[in-house]
């Protein structure tokens, strides 16, 4: 893929040539920000945040990279509540405005496809920062990329994804990422949170689905933990029955790999107790870190800035 000017939609879209190039620029520019706090590579960009559903990391990530590559951030945090769409605009006019103003947009929303729909009608690059239970890219780039920085390599890794399969977005975009080397997955979720078909069929990569956490803790060198998706259900008694189903302890992992690296793209709510915080093999407060990096990397990118 060539970054530039690209909408960010799909982990569809990336290869390992764009991986390589985009881990490279995320590298090169953490070395860069040591030296100096503020960069000056966007400084004549604006970056709009357009969030539909709540976020803490995406979007503070977002506008925390923009400012530190020297660029301008316009933000609507509540879009929900507090933009035009309480008056009833469509996505699409909204777009057609904000594209007025900046020169990429950072776009969350509460449906599936609404990425690609805000894509359609742009003159300026989209980035999908989640849309529904569909995608989450950045978050399956910043992911990848810890996944080498704690083992060195991204090939052959038996990969385990916990938890809320179905809804999880973060899931359905790491999946296609871990699928482009030889690894191995295992889904393991509730029946009624299975991987959805259309990732599935997406998956060429040996994978094995089961409920058993228990039995695959052994053998994985990844544990990617994720929260059940409160917010999707439509039926509050679906969400009781599976809610607070895997919890990640000491005592759980102490039949784990010693080399074992615990991820979750947070918030987290009980899937992992507290307590295994200080255990060296959990990398979720790392994995944060390296989001900011990564959407560094991808601004610059998208605008043509490769280092
Ligand atoms: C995730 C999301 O919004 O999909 N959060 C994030 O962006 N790091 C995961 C979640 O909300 O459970």
């Not at 990391?57 to 951030?73: D, K, P, Y």
């Not at 803790?217 to 990617?224: E, G, M």
């Not at 607070?244 to 987290?268: C, F, N, Q």
């Amino acid at each position: 893929m060539i970054f530039t000017n690209q909408h960010i939609i799909s982990a569809n879209q990336f290869s390992h040539e764009s991986l390589q190039i985009l881990f490279q620029q995320a590298d090169t520019l953490q070395k860069k920000l040591l030296q100096h706090g503020i960069l000056s590579i966007l400084a004549d960009k604006v970056m709009a945040t357009l969030f539909y559903e709540p976020s803490t990391r995406t979007r503070l990530s977002f506008e925390a990279a923009m400012n530190r590559l020297g660029g301008r951030v316009i933000s609507t945090s509540h879009a929900k509540q507090y933009s035009s769409v309480t008056k009833g605009e469509s996505l699409t006019d909204t777009i057609r405005t904000v594209q007025q103003y900046a020169d990429v947009i950072v776009l969350r929303h509460t449906d599936k496809g609404a990425a690609e729909q805000a894509a359609s009608v742009s003159t300026i690059p989209i980035l999908n920062a989640g849309d529904g239970e569909g995608e989450h890219p950045t978050q399956a780039l910043l992911d990848t990329y810890t996944i080498l920085q704690e083992t060195n390599t991204l090939d052959n890794l038996k990969i385990a994804v916990i938890g809320d399969l179905k809804y999880g977005r973060t899931v359905h975009s790491l999946a296609q990422l871990v699928n482009l080397f030889h690894n191995e997955l295992f889904f393991v979720s509730p029946e009624n949170l299975r991987i959805p078909d259309w990732i599935k069929s997406k998956i060429t990569i040996p994978y094995t689905q089961t409920d058993n956490l228990a039995e695959i803790i052994p053998l994985v060198d990844v544990l990617y933990v994720t929260r059940i998706q409160k917010e999707r259900f439509t039926d509050e008694r679906e969400y009781e029955k599976c809610k607070g189903i895997y919890k990640i302890t000491p005592d759980l992992l102490s039949a784990a790999k010693e080399k074992l690296v615990i991820m979750h793209p947070l918030p987290r709510v009980d899937e992992i107790s507290p307590l295994v915080d200080s255990d060296p093999r959990a990398a979720y407060f790392r994995q944060v870190k390296n989001g900011m990096l990564i959407r560094m990397a991808l601004l610059t990118l998208v605008f043509g800035k490769k280092l």
